[in-house]
């Protein structure tokens, strides 16, 4: 029976349902998050978009901002992305059914689709909205076409050239299986042919395609810009994104490839082995050697990552499903049974860990940062609103929150001294030239001062701009730990935990790998709150005893913190040396005043 386009739609539809964790920040930064800036009229548009530098192009967030167009939900235009990138990821998978229903036939099928929908790395990110999620899809088009021979590879070439405007990278591979293919014809005299049936046309085919990308890049940087020649020359020739983490020239063959496919690495390895061996004979002998190509072409790069071969992912499919295949009908034989149906013992442990990776990775691993948001949505900051005291672009930002209000974070555009890293070095400095009006808890010292900027353009986004106090920060939890003062100086300036939110199990911080990682609300406390504490405190008759006695005021006013408890700082004002009041610090640039106190003032 042939698997229904309709039950692979339903399946990545509940899929992208059930995700609720973070993986890379690209994830929500360079798709809904611009796309919503241009529908909406307010987003954040990271360093990238800068017309100085230019690495993006606009074909993936302009498929989110049409979505976008219909949607005006804050759940919907939080997670409509998602469950539109599941639905084109479904029609990767029926082509990944129908290239190999056309190798091997409704058993071949069958096993691969087996190993593409049980996959934990294709579970975890197919669904997530990266270009390279769209890469997949369009490579699981493009190898279906071409397995279908002559006559269909001419659209193979043009779901490659859209690949390839969405991720230049892509071109590697196209390049390499064009030259195989030029080998392959010219050893059996049919180079001519070649050229004018395939090449010359595929040729003109995907320079059209990568004329129109260019043409709307250019219309909207407002000048002729070349976003793939940007892209490469940054990544690659210039080795730019190795400011986000290096690694080994073999990564993505040893680390990379055990990481991702788990449990199916020795039949990827057999099936690889059997397409190699028919080099010039086998149907995917070609596509095999274009993803050689462009995994050398990536490993040029000292930056990596596990998603960078998720386009690769209905090739893998294809060949763990050969190899699986072939490693049950061996079992069945050993085990003197006819060669039909299934080992159970050996898909127990080829599946159960995908399945449990999957669970973890999907459901709670690294789910912090969307529940800050959840929670953000339910209970929504007021005109003052929101700012992060995170790694940059830890957490989604407007596009899962849907709210026109302020949101700002320590921006991390690259060059030496960011404001993300001089924070990390004085927070309370950095804390006092941001928020010039917030009451201080302890000597700061100087701002680490400002590096160079990448490029003269991106000098505003290292800027330690002043700004009035926020109505809501979140936190990442261990800088509270590591930084005890910057908790008192959120409670010296009213603010309340109002909720911690675990991330997962472990996680790369800012300082260093930690494990049980989480975020932490906190909110201004309102006039209410206040005056509340304040009546608490005169009740329960908190006495202060005398401040003055063993130190000498530098002005007739001195402000002092006092505790009780877990509660949050409050404020003691004396005048002189006999009058004090209470009052509780306000996040507009004032306090609210309470009743005089009663006794001596002083220390606790």
Avoid at 178 to 201: C, H, I
Avoid at 257 to 268: D, E, N, R, W
Avoid at 281 to 295: E, H, K, N
Avoid at 301 to 311: D, G
Wanted: hydrophobic share 45%; proline share 6%; aromatic share 12%.
């Amino acid at each position: 029976m042939r698997l229904s386009w309709r039950w692979l739609l339903l399946f990545r539809l509940l899929n992208a349902s059930l995700l609720r964790t973070s993986f890379t920040p690209d994830e929500y930064w360079q798709g809904p998050e611009v796309a919503h800036a241009w529908v909406y009229g307010y987003g954040h548009l990271t360093w990238e978009w800068q017309p100085c530098v230019a690495l993006r192009g606009v074909l993936h967030p302009g498929l989110f901002a049409v979505l976008f167009l219909f949607l005006d939900s804050p759940a919907l235009v939080a997670y409509g992305p998602r469950l539109l990138q599941g639905a084109i990821a479904s029609v990767g998978d029926a082509a990944v059914y129908r290239a190999a229903e056309r190798l091997g036939g409704p058993s071949a099928a069958s096993w691969t689709m087996a190993v593409h929908l049980g996959s934990w790395f294709q579970l975890y990110c197919l669904p997530r909205t990266y270009s390279s999620s769209l890469e997949a899809v369009l490579f699981a088009l493009a190898l279906e076409q071409w397995l279908r021979g002559t006559g269909a590879r001419l659209r193979s070439v043009g779901f490659g050239a859209v690949a390839v405007a969405l991720r230049p990278t892509a071109a590697g591979y196209w390049l390499a299986l064009a030259l195989y293919e030029v080998v392959m014809a010219t050893r059996q005299g049919k180079l001519q042919r070649l050229v004018w049936e395939f090449v010359l046309p595929g040729f003109l085919l995907a320079a059209s395609v990568l004329a129109l990308s260019t043409l709307l890049d250019s219309l909207y940087y407002g000048e002729a810009t070349l976003v793939p020649w940007n892209f490469l020359a940054f990544n690659l020739l210039n080795d730019g994104s190795a400011l986000y983490g290096s690694h080994a020239w073999y990564w993505y063959a040893t680390e990379g490839l055990a990481v991702t496919l788990g449990t199916y690495l020795p039949f990827f390895l057999a099936g690889a082995f059997l397409a190699f061996r028919s080099l010039g004979r086998a149907a995917l002998a070609g596509p095999a050697v274009g993803t050689v190509a462009a995994l050398a072409l990536l490993s040029l790069a000292s930056h990596k990552e596990y998603r960078f071969l998720l386009p690769f992912f209905p090739l893998f499919s294809l060949l763990s499903g050969a190899g699986l295949q072939r490693c049950n009908d061996a079992c069945l034989r050993r085990a003197g049974k006819a060669a039909v149906g299934v080992s159970w013992p050996l898909l127990s442990v080829v599946f159960v860990p995908q399945v449990v990776a999957a669970l973890l990775f999907c459901v709670v691993h690294q789910r912090g940062a969307e529940g800050v948001m959840s929670h953000l949505r339910a209970q929504p900051p007021g005109t003052a609103g929101v700012f992060f005291l995170t790694h940059c672009h830890s957490t989604p930002f407007y596009s899962f929150l849907h709210r026109e209000v302020p949101l700002a974070y320590l921006d991390c555009s690259p060059g030496t001294g960011s404001p993300q890293s001089r924070f990390f070095q004085r927070p309370l400095a950095v804390l006092g030239a941001l928020f010039p009006e917030a009451v201080p808890v302890a000597e700061s010292g100087a701002v680490p001062p400002a590096g160079e900027p990448l490029r003269p353009c991106l000098a505003e986004r290292s800027a330690l701009t002043a700004r009035a106090l926020p109505e809501v920060f979140v936190v990442w939890a261990s800088l509270l730990r590591k930084e005890e003062l910057v908790s008192q100086w959120l409670g010296a300036n009213g603010y309340e935990l109002e909720l911690e939110i675990q991330d997962g199990i472990w996680s790369e911080g800012p300082y260093g790998v930690e494990l049980w990682p989480s975020f932490r609300i906190y909110r201004a406390l309102t006039r209410a709150d206040a005056n509340e504490r304040l009546l608490y405190l005169r009740d329960y008759k908190v006495l202060v005893e005398d401040v003055q006695k063993d130190r000498q005021l530098e002005s007739s006013l001195q402000t002092e913190n006092v505790f009780l408890g877990n509660k949050p700082i409050l404020f003691l004002q004396t005048d002189g040396m006999d009058q004090a009041k209470w009052s509780v610090p306000r996040r507009y640039g004032h306090r609210q005043e309470g009743r005089p106190c009663q006794g001596q003032l002083g220390p606790r």
